[in-house]
């Protein structure tokens, strides 16, 4: 286990719906990621939050956004909910900004009909 | 390296015998290189990792070699095992950046 843990585990939402989920980092990790893994797929980036700030985004829409606390957790937020949206949602945990190892937690299974 | 779809190539081996999992990067300004494990159900869970300087690098079972000339990782198991059946990912990461970059998986399915 890394010590990253995520909530919720499930959810099922409808089109047009909003959704946060919940990232909590490994003890001493002050950097965290969000990636999207569509099934049989490999995990893409969303973006990165590093000291609070978001700090690097792939190629997603302004509907999905985020927050980073001072204790380092993070949230991802997820606007006017598509069906493709249905996805894994992981987040990873690094040490000091971008260039150490990111260790992933289990991830959040979103499901939109 | 992007994803290929919802068919993965899988690679079935039998237990005990060495696996060898391939995967070509895209990006020649990326300087380091991650292997992850994803297991039914679960997060990736990091493996071995390797920079750009060095071409080799061991750990326990596992080794990974880094060819940069024609951009090609490859993750080597010995002994496999029934616990090592999963879903491989490689990662890239470019120099300065912050992202990792997954290529699209291999699935491993030990035979006993």
């Known amino acids: 286990e890394t010590g990253v843990t995520q909530s919720p585990t499930h959810l099922i939402k409808t089109r047009g719906q909003q959704v946060t989920l919940r990232c909590s980092s490994q003890?001493?990790?002050?950097?965290v990621s969000w990636y999207q893994q569509a099934l049989g797929q490999g995990p893409q980036f969303i973006f990165q939050?590093?000291?609070?700030?978001?700090?690097g985004r792939g190629n997603f829409p302004p509907r999905f956004s985020g927050l980073q606390f001072p204790n380092y957790s993070s949230e991802l937020n997820v606007n006017a909910l598509e069906l493709d949206d249905s996805a894994l949602y992981l987040c990873?945990?690094?040490?000091?900004?971008?260039?150490?190892?990111?260790?992933f937690g289990p991830g959040t299974r979103l499901l939109v009909l | 390296g992007e994803s290929v779809g919802l068919h993965l190539p899988t690679l079935s081996v039998q237990e005990g015998d060495n696996s060898i999992i391939n995967c070509a990067y895209s990006?020649?300004?990326?300087?380091?290189f991650i292997w992850y494990k994803q297991e039914s159900g679960k997060g990736p869970q990091f493996i071995i990792d390797?920079?750009?300087?060095?071409d080799k690098r061991q750990g326990q079972r596992v080794t990974v070699l880094l060819n940069k000339t024609v951009k090609h990782l490859s993750l080597q198991i010995a002994a496999t095992q029934p616990g090592d059946s999963a879903v491989y990912f490689c990662?890239?990461?470019?120099?300065?950046?912050?992202?990792?970059?997954f290529g699209g998986g291999t699935r491993v399915l030990v035979k006993p």
């Open positions: 990873a945990s690094s040490l000091a900004g971008s260039q150490e190892t990111q260790y």
């Open positions: 003890s001493g990790h002050n950097t």
């Open positions: 939050y590093y000291r609070e700030e978001e700090n």
């Open positions: 990006n020649s300004a990326s300087d380091y």
């Open positions: 390797i920079r750009s300087n060095m």
């Open positions: 990662a890239e990461r470019a120099a300065a950046g912050n992202k990792l970059t």
